[in-house]
């Protein structure tokens, strides 16, 4: 079974940096883009970055310069650096990846997987 491990969040204060990583693991046979999203409380989920299996990326404009997106397709992980943090970045973080897997002999087309979250508090 696909899973997707995210690591990295806590409290920061502004100004400061952190680093999220979110690993897939679990019957893989390809992973196409992946991406970062994140919901502030009463807002919606909001795309953040992606990144495609070429190394494309795009960024919201509220982050751009501040947040780098990353890959390491050998551990099947992607990164988030956040740089410059803000207060208004307070939200929880989830990793979105769009994979195949193998069930049984067979591949399947590809599916979204969702990470569980993790929070990232910027306060002084």
């Known amino acids: 079974q696909v899973q997707l491990v995210e690591s990295g969040g806590g409290l920061v204060q502004p100004g400061g940096s952190l680093r999220l990583s979110c690993a897939a693991s679990g019957g893989i046979f390809s992973i196409g883009t992946m991406a970062w999203y994140r919901q502030a409380p009463g807002k919606e989920r909001e795309l953040v970055a992606g990144?495609?299996?070429?190394?494309?990326?795009n960024y919201s404009d509220s982050v751009k310069g501040r947040f780098t997106i990353s890959r390491d397709k050998a551990k099947n992980t992607v990164y988030l650096q956040m740089n410059s943090l803000k207060p208004e970045d307070t939200a929880v973080y989830y990793c979105n990846v769009a994979l195949n897997s193998w069930v049984g002999d067979r591949v399947t087309a590809s599916m979204d997987y969702w990470g569980k979250g993790t929070l990232v508090t910027v306060s002084s």
């Open positions: 990144i495609t299996r070429g190394g494309s990326t």
